[in-house]
């Protein structure tokens, strides 16, 4: 069996480096946190979970609470935070909150009776009211979008950023009547509303009016719903050339409608989806999207929660880390150019 000092060995570092990467210290270099991480993997090295815990009185488990367990991308979001905990000798425990304020308080009051070591929560029932319940001495990251003034750290994607790309590239594939499909759009700082600012901004750079018919508001983020407003769309009569939906599985719905009412894409109407679930390469037509790194977010997630479950001092500035995105251009928007 493996042991610290092989993995210091065969990454070129001390020990001292490679409990340091285990406990998710923030002063490591990412290039040597990727050394080590690639050195336990291929020695396959397991931190002796069972000392370690009884050692500092842990449980070695952290909580994930996500809206819904089988929505295709909460299902890859969790895969990557399980497989970014697993060298780390942490077991997942996964809630279901059903998107509701109090589920996700729930999971909050769990987390703070020990039941986990910390929490990575995703928020959509809160709001800027709950937080205070986020200031306790115990381990939380919040994953997704913001809190606004919650202190503690913070993992989300560049919504508005990547909404704008993804908007520009149907632009750029000659779309000019872009719907846009999703939720209702308010102040509160939502995925709706934050994509809706992205496919704004970029109707606005390209000189594009933007026409309050063509957004489209649903009752969920579903297949069905998605499905059911194409349909409508093209009976109403609604004119547009491109679609871009909240996430892939709306925009799945919205291939489906489009189909069903004999609406051909890419060739009459471009569609764009946002998440880059597995399933979206695999579709007729492959659907185009934005891919929100999941990998990189769940690793910034775990490492974060570590730091803090780890510390030992003063508690930690918070920090806010926002992934990166890439446009995966695919069959839907016409395919790569």
Known sequence: ????????????????????????????????????????????????????????????????????????????????????????????????????RDSELEALAMSRNRLYDGLILSTVGMGPQDTEWLTMDHPVVILGERIFGGPVDHVAMPNVEASRAATRHLVERGCRRIAFVSGTVGE??????????????????????????LHQRLAAFSRAEGARCARDMVERGLDFDGVFCVTDTVAMGVLRGLADAGVRVPEQVKVMGFDDVPESGFLVPSL???????????????????????????????????????????ESTGGPA
């Open 288 to 330: 185009s999207t934005v891919d929100p790194d999941h990998d990189t977010m769940a690793e910034r997630a775990v490492r974060l929660l570590v730091r803090r479950i780890e510390r030992t001092g003063a508690r930690p500035e918070p920090e806010e880390f926002v992934s990166r995105f890439s446009v995966v251009v695919r």
């Open 188 to 213: 509160e700082v939502d995925v709706s509303s934050l994509r809706h600012t992205g496919y704004r901004q970029a109707l606005e750079e390209a000189g594009l009016p933007l026409d309050p018919e």
């Open 1 to 100: 069996m493996a042991t610290m000092q092989d993995v210091a060995r065969a990454a070129g570092v001390s020990a001292m480096t490679v409990s340091n990467v285990i406990n998710g210290h923030p002063k490591v270099g990412e290039a040597t946190r990727e050394k080590v991480l690639e050195a336990m993997a291929r020695l396959d090295y397991r931190v002796n979970v069972s000392a370690r815990n009884l050692r500092k009185g842990r449980t070695g488990t952290i909580g994930l609470a996500v809206p819904e367990v089988d929505s295709p991308y909460y299902g890859r979001l969790a895969a990557a935070i399980i497989a970014a905990a697993a060298p780390l000798g942490l077991r997942v425990a996964i809630e279901q909150t059903y998107a509701l």
